[in-house]
């Protein structure tokens, strides 16, 4: 490239490191500085910093930037050693789409910004590095155009003209395109530092609480290069003294608030200056940029800022106001879907297990569930962490008695408290820095047990999130208290259902006789049947009974308490099968005050006195579906005839009725909830029930119970709507 005499050059080469756009920054600075420059000469520092941030991430070699001031223009040539990575094309200075996971953003800019901001820009290809140039005007250049030549293009050459800009034009170009808020936050402390020629800068927005401040990004101010994670302080630490002036700040000495003296000082900052996000009249956010050089920053640096501010305060809080909105709904949707799951059980260790696998998703990494008894005694239920090979460590650390309330989010375990557990770095750092918080679980006043939720080092809790895992515990809890009560109803149900039907120790021996008995509540683990049966002896003879109340629950349970104890005693007193159920009609018609009625078979055996063997039953069936009577063909008849139903009317009869059965023979008598099984629109009844029986010969007692029970489940699988009794007598 031909030199005219009134250029300057220099030169210097950089490591490919992510602290390099940095000081190339600083040098292309000085450099201006040294030669008289006038500020400002933001465009240049600019894309200066975009072609050197892009040299370093795609070339990954050695860079030299080489600067030249030649009759009023700026010209700076980036240059890397590897041409086979090709620069790609220039495109249009907007980007819509996210980023790509663990991304700090989808691409460079730098050719795009040259394309709208320089006054003419290459790339030039050689054998062994390959060169991105630029010129922009300087504030002293004639009216008249200088007779440059290009510089020297080897191979491939792309070049453009465009009319110079701003900085904050760009930053406008970016403010136009669909960013979200983290990309839009990102673009700003880019364009900030490189606009004041800083070494670091930060954005930190009021919570919308309005009482924590999070610095939401930064750019120079990690130790490694590695993205930045929000850091969320008090308003009171950030800002000890005084709210956010309404103008710039300066700190020539960074005496700063103590949230960002720490970490600006580990990065080797020394002066600050800030501007304030202002929206009708409102501090919404704090914009700073820092420099490794003492009294960097002046007031026209200070207005600058300012002025960048200014453009984006109005479309970061709408950003901000959208995302607190979407963080609502999803929120509301996530309470309203635990809600669901969590309603969609009555078992109590079943919701604890679903609230862990629901925080762990959502909210944390990791969730632990104590419960209590009645006694105040706490039990850890559950442990989940998103890293199944943890759990068993995290049960032995929360064994016992559960942390003690904890809202704000804060480290559980100290590193001298686990340096003797034996635990692995990672483990150790994420339990000893990440933030955790433990919330009791409460329904009606009483304590159920403790929730707590922990997270990484990298996963803080937002003020936000903290509430939802308020909501959440007492939707927990409210599960939880229901299920205990369920629990404790089914409990309850189950031994008055007990007391209900004859223990199975106690049913009698009949000679000559094999029998069975079958139950089933509609509903297995709440409500007490309205079916029953009984198999007893009463002054020589062995006297049976199967039953069925109308309808179910404590009401149908009074009446099959009063029936069953009212036939054992009428039994005992030797009165007839009539005549028991003349006096049972009367005894649930005087307690009866709910009208429920009760269908009954009872029947009495004794041996037939004729040589033929056998026995000879008495029976009367009142209202009840009639017993089918199996031969050892395979022939099914019922036998018997029905009588009025028990409970209705006071001026009734019954008959008793005898019946011969002989050895071989099997009986069956079942309450409706057989005979009423429906599958779709068909329904059992009376003929389906015999052919089924009908297949039951020769088989035991038990057998046929079996056999029944299996064909009912096969023709409507689990259709037992209503309580299911059965009984079968099968003489030997």
Known sequence: ???????????????????????????V????????????????????????????????????AAVRRIDGCIEVMVTDSAPERAVPQAGPLTVDAEPAS????????????????????GVSYGREDKAVWFRIEDATRSSSPP?????PVRRGTTGGNRPSRSAWSSLDAALSSRLSLRQLLERTVEYAATALGGDAAYIALATSDETMWEVRSAVGLTVD??????????????????????????????????????????????????????????????????SKRTRHFGPAAAQRLQDGADRIALPVERSRLAEVELSRRASLSFLAEASDLLAGTLDERMTGALAAQLITSRLGRWCAIHTTNDLGVYQLTHVVHRDENLNDILRDLLSGEPPREQREPRPLWSP??????????????????????????????????????????????????????????????SAMENARLHERQASMSGALQRSLLPAKEKEPVIPGVDHAVFYRPADEKNVVGGDFYDVFAASG?????????????????????????????????????????????????????????????????????????????????????????????????????????LGAFEDVGFETESVDLRPGEVVLAVTDGVTERRSNADMLGDEGLKEIFSGCAGLTAQAVISRID?????????????????MVLRLL
């Open 1 to 27: 490239m031909p030199v005219h005499d009134a250029s300057k050059v220099a030169r210097r080469d950089f490591p490919p490191t992510p602290e390099t756009a940095a000081a190339a920054r600083e040098f």
């Open 29 to 64: 600075h000085d450099t201006l500085v040294s030669w008289g420059v006038p500020e400002p000469f933001d465009d240049v520092i600019l894309l200066v910093s975009e072609l050197v941030t892009n040299a370093v991430v795609h070339a990954r070699s050695t860079l030299e």
């Open 102 to 121: 663990g991304d700090r953003r989808p691409g460079g800019l730098g050719l795009a910004l040259a394309s709208a901001i320089a006054s003419s820009w």
């Open 147 to 151: 007779s440059l030549e290009s510089p």
């Open 225 to 290: 290069g590695s993205p930045w994670r929000p850091l969320r302080v008090r308003t009171e630490e950030a800002f000890p003294s005084a709210a956010p002036e309404p103008g710039p700040t300066i700190n020539d000495d960074l005496m700063i608030a103590r949230a960002n003296r720490g970490r600006l000082s580990r990065a080797g900052m020394r002066s600050l200056v800030t501007a304030p996000l202002i929206v009708d009249g409102r501090v919404t956010g704090l914009l700073g940029v820092a």
């Open 416 to 477: 001298a408290e686990l340096e003797e557990e034996g635990l692995a770095e990672e483990l150790v750092r994420e339990l000893t820095h990440g933030p955790a918080i433990s919330i009791p679980l409460v329904a009606h006043g009483r304590a159920l047990g403790r929730m707590t939720i922990g997270n990484d080092e990298a996963g803080d809790f937002t003020r936000d999130q903290v509430d939802v895992a308020d909501d959440l515990s007492r939707r927990v809890a």
């Open 541 to 645: 003879r062995w006297c049976f009974a199967v039953g069925d109340v109308c309808g179910t629950g404590p009401e149908a349970a009074a009446i099959t308490g009063l029936a069953r104890h009212t036939l054992r005693a009428l039994a005992r007193e030797g009165f007839s099968p009539a005549h028991i159920m003349q006096r049972l009609n009367m005894a649930i018609l005087d307690e009866n005050t709910s009208t429920r009625f009760l269908t009954m078979l009872y029947g009495e055996m004794t041996p037939a006195t004729d040589s033929g063997g056998g026995m000879r039953v008495r029976m009367v069936s009142a209202g009840h579906p009639l017993p089918l009577r199996l031969n050892q063909k395979g022939e099914v008849n019922s036998f018997g005839s029905s009588q009025p139903l």
């Open 710 to 726: 299996r064909e009912l489940e096969e023709y409507a699988p689990g259709g037992h709507t209503d309580d299911t009794a059965m």
